[in-house]
Structure formats: C-alpha cells, structure tokens
C-alpha cells in the first residue's frame, strides 16, 4: 500500500513537471521566420473565427493566426487578470463598453495614426456605420476597428396588428402604444402588447434617443436624467407597466413561446432572434410575423448599435501584423463570409451591397435601422450608471415610486458618479 | 540537518506541503486583498500601478454608508439564520432515514439524494425557474388544484428570500447527508448492542446513542455550513439577480458586483474583508462553545 | 405484532425516502432528456419531461464542434492531482488531529480562515503569483493552487480525531515509525471520508471553470468545463445543445459516485475501531 502511493506520487510530481515544461514552452519565437499573431474572440463567434485561419495565412505567409475563443460567462474576469499581468494576446474581441474600460486604463494601442493609412486600407472610419464607429473612440481616440454589428428593431406578429387595424408596424411611439392598448384589448386577460424588459438599461435610453435626449451627455460629462424630455421619455416606458401593456418581472415566459402563443405580440430584439423565429414558426406553427425598423419619438427613430470590433493590446509585441489581421478582418469581401460563417453582420456599409444581404427582406430592414442606431456613450462610468438607472426602473415599475423625483434623485447620482464623487 | 528538524517535529512532514500551498495561494493574497481594501485600486490602477492611492479606511467607511451593502448585510443574516439549522436538521434527517435499511432501496434513495450535488447549476436554474413560475409554475398549479392563491415565490422581497434558501438547502443536503452516513456508519456496533440489551427502545437508541456520537461530524458540517451560508452567492446570482429591488441581494454577490462588473477592486475588497471578518469571528465563537461543550470525547 | 409495527413503519421511511428522492433527481432527468429535445421543444413552457422525438443531433454536434478529447485529457490531469491534493490534505488532517505541538490552534485557525475569504478576492493575486513563478499557462498553474484545501484538512482532522489514541500508541509500541501508522493504521479507518472526498475532489475537478479560463491562455489546456461554455453565444444560446454538455458532465460522477459509496458505507465496519 505504501509504495504504490508512493510510486503513484512520483510519478503524478512527474508528470506534473513534464506538463508544467511543455505547455510554458512559448509559441511567440518563430520556427520559420513567421510571427505568431494571438486572437481572442468571444464564445460561439470566438470557435468561428478558427475558420478564417488558413485563409488569412494563405495571403499572409510570414504571419501565423492562433485563434483561442474565450467563453463569454467569464471573459471579462480574464481580460481583466491578463491585463493585470501585462499579458496576454495581440487582438482581442471587444464590444463598445469595454473598449472604453480597457482604453482608459490604458490596456489598448491608439490606433488613431492608422485610420485612413495606406498600410491598412480597410482601417477607415468611413467605411464603416457611424454608430459602430462611434464605438470604436474613447476620448477622440480609434481604440479599436468594427468587425460586426448588430441592432436592435421591432419583431411583431403581422397577423395580430393585421386584426387590430395595423397593415403595417407602428410608425411612431404614439402608434406603438396604441397598437399595444388594442393587443391587449384583442387578447383579453393576461395577454399584454410589447415586451419591454424593465432589467434591460437600453429602453430609457433608445426611448430618450428618439426623443432628442442624450440621458448621458459624454462631451460635457453631464447626465440629463431631469431633463423635460427625458422625464417624459421614461413616464411614456412606465406607463406600458403601469397600464399592463407590458409585463412586469413576476411574469416570467420565454419570449418565443410568449410571441408565438400572441401573449407578447411585440418585442424590441436583435438580429439573433431571426433563426429563433423562422424555427418556432416551423415548429409551433400558424403565425405570422414581420419585423420593422422601430417607431419614431419626437426626433427620429434612433435604435442601439451593439455588436463587436477588434483592438490591439498594449502589451503586444507585433502591432503591425495584428493590424494586418484586423485589416483583413475589415475587408468587405470578408465581411460577407462572416456573415455566412457566424450571422455577424457586416459593421463595413460596403459589404452589403453583396447581394446575399441586399435581397434579403428581413436584413433590408436591419440595414436600414442601422444607419440610425447609436452605441451607449463611451464613458468609464457607464456600468456603475446603468446600474442606477435598472436600480430605478425597478423602484418605479415594481415600487410604484414617481418618476418625476426618481429621475431628478438618478440625475444627482449619475452627476456624482461623473464627477468621480 | 534537514532530518533532525522532521524528526523533532514529526508533525511537519505532515502539514508542512498543505501549510506551503495555503501559505503562497491562500494566506499571502488574504494580506494582499486588505491591502487592496486601502487603496482606490480599480482597472487604471491595476494596470499602472503607480496611480493606485492610499486611502486608508474611506472604502470601509463608505461601506458603512452604502444603503445597498446594508440591504445586502442583512439580508444574508437572514439567509445564516434560516438556512443553517434547516440544512444540519435536514441532511441529519435524511441521513438517519438512510441508515434506516441496509438493502438495494437504501443504496439507490442515498444515490438520488446525493444527485443535487453534482447536477449543473445551469440545469438547476432552469428547472427551479420552472417551478418558481408564477403562472406557469408547477408549484402554483398544485396550489391552484387547492383553490390556493399564487405564490410569487420570486417576485416577493420576503418570499424571494426563502425561495432561494429552499433552493440551497434542497442541493446542498446531498454532501452534508453523506457525511452524517459515514459518521453513522463509524458508530460501534457494540454501542447498540449494549444498549439493546438495556431494553433501549428505538427512539431512545436515536436520542441518547446516534445523536451525541455525531458530535464531531454535526460540528463540522454546522461550521461549514455557516461559511457557506455567508458566502451565499450562485442562487440569488442565477435566480433573482438579487432583486426585486435588492431584496436577495447578498454581502458577496454586492462583492461581485462591485469587484467585477464594476471594477472597483479596492471597495469590493474592503467588502470581502468584512465579509471575512464576520466570518471569522462567528467559527472562533463556535470552536470556543465546541470546546467547553465537549460531551463524549 | 411487533412484526407488524415495524413494517407500517418501514413502509413510512420508504415513502418518504421514495418522495424525496425523486424531488432530488427531478432536475437531472430533465436535463438528461432534455439533451435529446431539439432546441424549440427545449424552451418550450411549460415544458415537456420526455422529448417528443429521441434525437441524438446534440451529441453528434456536440463531438464534431468542440475538441473533445483535448478537454477530456486535461480534465483527468487535474482529475489526478485532485487526488494527489486529497493525500496531502489528508496528512495535514492527521497532522493536526493526532499531534501536540506549539501553537497547533492558531496554525489552525490560519488554515480555516482561507475558507472565509471569497475566491473573487484572491483570484487577481494568485494569478500576479503564478505570473511571477511562470506558470500562467501551464497545466502545472492551474493545478498548484487547488492542491491543498481548508475544507478537506478541516474534515478529516474532525474524523481523526475520533480515532483513539491507544491504537496509535499500540502500534507505536509495537515500532512502527509515523509513516507507517499513517499509512497502514489511519489511512484504513478513513476510508469512508477518503470516499467521500475523492468524490468531492473529483466532482470538484471535473467541473473546474474559472480558474482553469483564467490560466490557460490556450484551448489545448481547456477543461470541461471551460470548453462547454464556449458553446453559449453573447445573446443567444442553444439551451438543448448545453444540456447536452451538462449531461455528459453528470453521467461520469454519477458512476463514480456509484462505485464509491459502497466505502462509504462498508469502511468503517472493517476497520479496527471497535
């Protein structure tokens, strides 16, 4: 007994040893004269993007791609440690809000000095959607290059508008509500109009947006929460809970089944929810349903713009071939393929032109919605705010507290958190 | 030289590789984190070190203050107080139960209640979720069969509570009930056997034999359990989110919340050192009673 | 008669048990069918307990998609130390059950007190550690710092402690070094905890995560765990296709749990402690 534990211990401290040597042995130094350029991308799309490897070496042949997807449940905790200890990869995936984190602490190259250049024809700011490019800045600075995009439109049940005078979706916030009042009325007891997640910060803001208020001025660091509009904003999103044309958060049913049983016959969602749709019509059957660009407030019909870019580490050894990487991932032609690939869609407006995108009914309505869809503003207090702001969707909704004085006591502590109180 | 220190202290070439290992992993980032918990440190500051600020106790100060750390405080004084004695009463129970029959039934009943312990928490969220359902829950649906009222079992600030601690219980009871069985199965044969002949009825072998003998394994099982109840995290994080409004909100789920998503590491430490100190001051208390309550040993 | 009562009361335990049971086991059948249900019918409210059609397109998908073998290799390497780990805790149990020496308390004390502080607080140190020493990215990093555990240490000093000091007197006498008490005398009786923790540690193991993420910076040294999770997109996740990964996670501890509760139960009635 004793020497097999013994014997078994000797050998685990071996092997041990043996996988300590082999996995620290670094990649980084070329065998070849190639470099080894380090990708970290993002869950299901981060596994994809292992498809453009032999593409890109191909036209790259002194570059060496390793992609490693990261799963999303903890990709920030890892982002976060590695930069902690100054490593990690060249080009990492990241979406709006933590290219502003990352940036501000510092963790990304400026790649100001490459938009427009020769070098990388593709790194263009123009090229891109404004909102997406709009997400790519911290302080004026280009901190990172769109890859895809995705926004946010009107999903409803064509058939139901259809019975309640509605030929085609609602055009105007005013409509929107009115068409949920009549769902309701349609669908008789615990059925509502529109799903409006109260957990969900975006709905106080795109409302606000439509409206021609910024709740977050990013300029002047200033919060509009006790703006006149930004007030009425939030009182015409409360009212849909207070009035049960949206449900509360003790209603809890999976929007798919919801939509297609007419429970919840609108829902504001993404680009993702297509394949969802097309299957739960295949599977649960009759319903019809469309999507739309969303109605319009007193200003124009403003969405939110999320979706992913590409940025440069500050600890990477070789900016140059990363930017090679991201160059060709902002090639329209590759742009297309992603979107075959993985269903990103493509952040570059040139790509569409591709007819697998220009004749599709359905993305037509996601292109056009894009050229008025907004990122969150690119400031580092953005989370801490959000908080707030669901923290005050919840007392209003599920407190019945007044809007009027809640959003003039958030004003007072976003302002705070702002001014670094 | 080497050989004259082991075998003066025999009892290091036991505890010294653990003693190493929790030193360099465990003790040393204990030190780190309270030194965190002084500063400002947040993503700036820890990727350029030199802009991290000594601030000596604001963060505990402002903890104090927090009306959200308050909320969170007691509510997980709420979740210890119910949910220890439920989960020691109730994985006791279960565990008697078992050592009821020594047949192919018992075998199979301890392996469906040890399942909850190595179930995905994914798959638990879902399916409680389910359960929990207001209006499609299966629990509302058997009250309804009663012409019972709904419950909104996660919806009510106090109701949401206990839900969670019901939830926790029901998966943490798998462990704990097996480490009352080996106990259980530790007692001495001899022990029953004497008192069989005293006449002992069932009850009586039950109350005056197992009980007391369980002595060491109910004082581990109530210690961890305290620990685990304070650090209660997974159920409000994947169910409620700590809401509504706050309401299942815990001291480390806050801790999170702060250190993570929001990257304030220096506040979230001065958090998790609270937190640590409760803690540490509720075991010492335990192990103090355990001492002078010595009963069998 | 007697006969009689102890049967009504029998069949009470069996009930109760048999309830029980079943309450306890409801979420991993349903996750198990579940893996065999095509995505629709897995969001479906209120859901169905048995798929409508067995399909096995998840396993498939699951195996042609993600590098199964890679995940499953690493997973037993830490699997394996899992139990290196549950030895070395086993002996520091022993250490401080079974020995008097200066300030054994609060060396004690220190060891729990790892217990009391949240993981989200020593996750960045460990790794500026492990950074230093060079192990980030290596097996041996993501291994290291779960070898030793207060949990562990604290429940085999509490069995230990039961184990009368005559024996280990006796056998003193009888000339046999410390080792050799731990190893032939100690080790036996704890059987059913060395059980119970190594299905602990291999559960424990087997469903490592975070610290193996934030380790590797590579998918030849993903887990499990680790490379389950990249099934889940940022907005839209397959919920039958990861209940098929949560099933192939389960079914393995289940066996082993199986196979070791028979020590658990049978330990301590061969042991010397009578």
């Not at chain 1, 790649?111 to 490019?133: M, R, V, W």
């Not at chain 1, 599977?283 to 939110?304: K, V």
């Not at chain 2, 030190?31 to 440190?41: E, I, P, Q, R």
Request: charge should be neutral.
């Amino acid at each position: 007994m004793k020497k097999k534990i013994t014997m078994l211990m000797i050998s685990l401290v071996l092997v041990l040893s043996v996988l300590g040597g082999c996995s620290s042995k670094s990649e980084e130094t070329s065998t070849d004269g190639k470099t080894t350029i380090e990708v970290w991308a993002m869950g299901d799309e981060g596994k994809r993007l292992s498809g453009v490897v032999k593409d890109f070496e191909a036209k790259n042949p002194k570059i060496k791609l390793k992609v490693t997807a990261i799963p999303w449940d903890s990709a920030h905790d890892k982002l976060v440690t590695a930069a902690a200890a100054k490593e990690g990869p060249d080009v990492i995936q990241l979406g709006s809000s933590w290219v502003t984190e990352f940036a501000a602490a510092g963790g990304l190259l400026d790649l100001s000095k490459y938009d427009k250049s020769e070098d990388y024809p593709n790194i263009n700011s123009d090229k891109f959607f404004t909102g997406a490019s709009e997400g790519s800045k911290y302080d004026g600075n280009l901190y990172s290059v769109p890859w895809y995009v995705e926004t946010r439109v009107l999903y409803y049940r064509s058939d139901l508008l259809a019975q309640v005078g509605y030929k085609e979706a609602p055009k105007t916030q005013a409509e929107l509500k009115d068409a949920a009042e009549k769902l309701v009325k349609l669908g008789g007891k615990d059925h509502y109009g529109i799903d409006l997640a109260i957990t969900d910060p975006m709905y106080p803001q795109v409302f606000s947006w439509q409206n021609g208020v910024d709740l977050i001025d990013s300029k002047n660091r200033k919060a509009n929460f006790n703006d006149a509009k930004a007030i009425s904003s939030m009182e015409y999103y409360a009212s849909f809970f207070k009035e049960g044309l949206a449900a509360g958060p003790d209603v809890q049913i999976d929007i798919t089944q919801a939509f297609a049983d007419g429970i919840k016959p609108m829902y504001i969602s993404g680009p993702w929810m297509i394949n969802i749709m097309n299957d739960a019509k295949a599977t649960t059957g009759e319903f019809e349903w469309n999507i739309a660009p969303l109605p319009a407030g007193d200003t124009d019909n403003t969405s939110y713009l999320g979706g992913a870019g590409l940025s440069v580490s500050a600890y990477s050894d070789n900016p140059e071939e990363a930017l090679t990487f991201i160059n060709y991932m902002a090639d329209p032609e590759v742009q297309v393929n992603w979107y075959k690939t993985a269903n990103g869609l493509p952040a570059v407006t040139s790509a569409w032109e591709d007819p697998s995108l220009a004749d599709d009914k359905i993305l037509s309505v996601f292109r056009e919605q894009l050229d008025h869809a907004k990122v969150p503003p690119m400031i580092v207090e953005l989370e801490s705010i959000k908080q707030n702001i669901i923290k005050m969707v919840e007392d209003v909704v599920v407190g019945g507290a007044d809007v009027k004085s809640e959003m003039k006591k958030l004003e007072q502590t976003a302002q705070e958190i702002l001014d670094g109180k | 030289m080497k050989f004259r220190f082991f075998s003066n202290r025999p009892y290091m070439i036991f505890i010294l590789p653990a003693l190493i290992i929790l030193s360099v992993f465990s003790i040393f980032p204990i030190f780190v984190a309270l030194g965190v918990s002084l500063t400002d440190m947040n993503l700036i500051g820890l990727l350029n070190w030199n802009q991290v600020q000594f601030v000596g106790f604001e963060n505990y100060m402002d903890l104090l203050a927090d009306k959200e750390f308050r909320q969170a405080f007691f509510n997980t004084i709420f979740y210890v107080v119910f949910g220890v004695p439920l989960v020691v009463v109730a994985s006791l129970g279960v565990a008697l139960l078992l050592d009821y029959g020594k047949n192919k039934f018992f075998t199979a009943a301890r392996a469906l209640f040890y399942m909850p312990s190595v179930t995905t928490s994914v798959a638990i969220a879902v399916v409680f979720g389910y359960l929990y359902n207001n209006h499609y829950g299966l629990f509302n649906y058997v009250l309804s069969l009663f012409d019972l009222p709904k419950v909104p079992w996660l919806t009510h600030p106090i109701i949401a509570k206990i839900s969670l601690i019901l939830m926790a219980a029901w998966k943490s009871i798998g462990f704990n009930m097996i480490i009352f069985l080996a106990a259980l199965q530790g007692i001495p044969k001899d022990y029953y056997e004497a008192a069989e002949i005293d006449g002992a009825k069932k009850w009586q072998k039950l109350l005056y034999i197992k009980v007391p003998l369980l002595g060491f394994a109910t004082f581990f099982v109530a210690s961890t359990t305290l620990i685990g109840w304070f650090q209660f995290f997974e159920e409000p994080m994947i169910m409620t989110k700590g809401g509504p409004v706050g309401s299942t909100n815990s001291i480390a789920l806050f801790i999170y919340d702060k250190g993570f998503k929001l990257s304030e590491f220096g506040y979230a430490a001065a958090g998790s050192f609270v937190l640590f100190l409760i803690i540490l001051a509720l075991t010492l208390i335990q192990f103090k009673l355990r001492k002078k309550d010595n009963g069998y040993n | 008669m007697n006969q009689q009562k102890l049967s009504a009361e029998r069949l009470l335990v069996y009930i109760v048990l048999l309830a029980g049971g079943i309450l306890m086991t409801l979420p991993l059948f349903w996750a198990i069918f579940t893996s065999f249900k095509t995505a629709a019918e897995a969001m479906q409210t209120p859901p169905s307990l048995f798929p409508n059609e067995w399909l096995i397109d998840n396993y498939k998908k699951l195996f042609v998609e993600l590098n199964f073998g890679t995940y499953l290799r690493n997973t037993l390497v830490l699997v394996a130390f899992s139990f290196l780990g549950l030895f070395i805790n086993m002996m520091a149990g022993y250490g401080f059950a079974k020995f008097k020496f200066k300030n054994k308390e609060k060396i004690f004390y220190l060891v729990l007190a790892t217990m009391m502080i949240p993981g989200q607080a020593t996750m960045i140190p460990n790794y500026l550690i492990l950074n230093k020493m060079g192990l980030t990215n290596t097996m041996a990093g993501i291994i290291l710092p779960g070898l030793a555990g207060a949990f562990t240490i604290f429940l085999f000093r509490q069995f230990m402690e039961t184990i009368p000091d005559d024996l280990i007197e006796a056998s003193r006498i009888d000339g046999a070094g410390n080792i050799r008490i731990f190893m032939q005398i100690v080790a036996p009786i704890c059987k059913p905890i060395i059980a119970v923790q190594a299905i602990l540690g291999f559960i424990h193991a087997w469903n490592s995560f975070l610290w193996p993420l934030i380790v590797a910076n590579s998918e030849d040294l993903y887990t499990l765990g680790v490379g389950l999770s990249l099934l889940k997109g940022q907005n839209v996740s397959d919920f039958a296709l990861q209940m098929t990964g949560s099933s192939l996670m389960i079914v393995p501890v289940i066996i082993l749990f199986l196979f070791c509760q028979k020590y658990i139960v049978e330990g301590f009635t061969t042991s010397g402690l009578k």
